[in-house]
């Protein structure tokens, strides 16, 4: 790593050839943010336990606060306390939420349904990220929103409406869940508003499901039973309103446990993460049933996993692929770059979310995977990966995007040498991953 301790632009790997350990995940990114706003708009305060502490979260909690919510911290680094107040105190606000996803697209919903003047941007990626789907919906709902740049995209200004739920409101389910998780979010403020029932008919297929389950069940936890018939259609009753559930501890971040679990199938093992288990609401866990496919040992407790498998440096492979990940996409970027170690070509179908990601994943991974001596091939859902004949030393671009720092660290163990550029990225979901991987893996 260069002099600079906060801002290194580059990081150089060792040459990895085992892996094993034990690590207690951080806090989840999906959890967390979701949490956080289901907090500020409950009766009554809510102690969180297990909060994820990065870039995300910290835009969440920024926008929270100065929407007038309390937030203490709590006696532990990973605890604050929310007091509820059902509706934002403050009506109007400068909004500035990096490149956090999981932040604008709920609070867009849940500001547009309460009514207000407020201005919603980011960073330029941020401004590059699709948003019109659920603006779409805002405003076939009566909610007052436009854009202050590019049609379809942040940043947006937010208005009075009169809201009308007399007919059901309409989503693309196609882009992006995030999109029918934040008009369910901030359902009950629109009910709250009028008195009746909200309803979302789904148009399109919907991707990444796993997200809108646990959309679903962390609202019954804050007490709102949310009505699905299928995946096309929900319904938030009309008495629904948020109530604490006083304390809520937030599980270890699924996606992020996908870079330790593989580095236990292709470093032999065991390496265990805690935090995450059999009985977890995210949808990522699944991840490890695509590690036992590739021929990796798993075990699962109820909230660990366990993986052993081939030692990659020494020769093993793993199992080659043909998969669908519509239901895991940020998983399934551990999963491209394990192709490298494949025993023939992997194909990873219906991942045309990862365009609308952090960056375009899809372009991102095949410029990235190319420069190590893979073939890869792309169409605007899919990816096919061919192990290298010849492995090439490679600095390995992040494209400002969390995911691509920490699932192309396991490109160490093969037998050329890897520097990931800007690793600082990681501080998006991870601030200490590198530390965490550095004692994990040994040569």
Excluded at 422 to 428: A, E, I, R, T
Aim: charged letters at 20%; hydrophobic letters at 45%.
């Amino acid at each position: 790593m260069t002099d600079s301790p906060r801002h290194p632009p580059y990081l150089d790997l060792a040459p990895a050839r085992h892996a094993r350990g034990a690590i207690d995940l951080p806090g989840s990114k999906s959890i967390s943010n979701r949490v956080l706003l289901l907090s500020a708009l409950a009766e009554g305060s809510t102690r969180l336990t297990g909060l994820l502490d990065s870039d995300d979260t910290q835009v969440m909690l920024a926008a929270l606060r100065k929407l007038g919510i309390a937030i203490t911290a709590g006696p532990r680094p990973d605890e604050v306390l929310v007091e509820g107040a059902r509706r934002f105190p403050v009506g109007q606000a400068d909004l500035f939420m990096g490149n956090a996803g999981t932040a604008i697209r709920p609070l867009t919903a849940a500001l547009a349904m309460m009514g207000g003047l407020y201005v919603l941007h980011g960073v330029p990626r941020m401004h590059e990220r699709p948003i019109g789907d659920l603006v779409d919906a805002l405003r076939m709902l009566g909610a007052r929103v436009a854009y202050q740049g590019r049609e379809g995209y942040p940043p947006l200004s937010l208005g009075w409406g009169e809201l009308d739920l007399s007919r059901p409101v309409k989503v693309n389910g196609s882009v992006s869940s995030q999109f029918l998780t934040a008009l369910l979010l901030a359902a009950p403020l629109a009910t709250q508003a009028t008195g009746r029932g909200f309803v979302v008919e789904v148009e399109g297929e919907l991707i990444s499901k796993p997200y809108v389950e646990m959309t679903l069940n962390l609202m019954r936890r804050f007490g709102v039973t949310v009505e699905r018939d299928g995946w096309r259609r929900f319904t938030v009753p009309s008495q629904a309103a948020y109530r604490s559930p006083g304390h809520m501890l937030v599980e270890g971040d699924a996606s992020s446990a996908s870079y330790f679990l593989a580095l236990g199938a292709i470093g032999g093992g065991p390496v265990r993460v805690t935090g995450v288990g059999r009985d977890s609401i995210q949808g990522d866990v699944a991840f490890a049933d695509t590690l036992a496919a590739m021929g990796a040992q798993v075990e699962m407790g109820p909230d660990w996993i366990e993986t052993r498998g081939v030692k990659v440096a020494e020769g093993g492979r793993l199992k080659a692929f043909d998969a669908d990940f519509n239901l895991i996409p940020d998983a399934a970027m551990t999963a491209a770059v394990l192709a490298l170690y494949a025993d023939g070509p992997c194909r990873l179908r219906n991942i045309a979310s990862w365009r609308v990601k952090e960056t375009d994943r899809i372009h991102a991974m095949q410029t990235e995977l190319a420069k190590l001596g893979a073939t890869v091939t792309a169409t605007p859902d899919s990816l096919t990966v061919t192990p290298p004949a010849t492995w090439t030393p490679a600095e390995i671009g992040t494209w400002d995007d969390h995911r691509m720092a920490m699932c192309f660290s396991l490109a160490a163990f093969g037998p050329v040498g890897v520097r990931i550029l800007d690793p600082g990225c990681v501080s998006k979901t991870f601030p200490t991953y590198f530390d965490v991987y550095a004692g994990l893996v040994g040569a």
